[in-house]
């Protein structure tokens, strides 16, 4: 019977890291953005955000739609090419979901220094 518990909660404690793992990583997003689009545009997380008229998550979670491409044509609208060449590398790498999590971030008010 002991045996079957430790299993349980060996099982559980796996399972439980297991998902958190899957889940997006907000500092992972700003590194990425940072890398791939602010590096090579020099423009922040929180200007680029006003230059696409994000005000809430609903609106980014439509950008983020169909694997980010809403969000590359508003920067592309927005006259902000490089931007949106930056993007394309991070959906490429298969990281939107970070980003995503670090532009809900910002949007929430956790904007890191030299943001």
């Given at each position: ?42 423009v922040t997380?929180t200007a ?68």
């Open positions: 019977m002991k045996k079957l518990v430790k299993m349980l909660a060996a099982g559980a404690l796996i399972a439980s890291v297991a998902t958190t793992m899957s889940f997006a990583d907000y500092n992972k997003g700003f590194k990425y953005f940072n890398k791939y689009v602010k590096k090579s545009s020099g997380s680029f955000l006003k230059k696409i008229d994000v005000e809430d998550p609903d609106d980014l979670d439509a950008l983020f739609a169909n694997n980010a491409k809403g969000l590359i044509e508003a920067a592309n609208k927005a006259g902000l090419p490089k931007v949106a060449e930056g993007l394309k590398k991070i959906v490429k790498k298969h990281k939107t979901k970070d980003v995503e999590d670090f532009l809900k971030g910002i949007l929430n008010g956790k904007v890191p220094a030299g943001c």
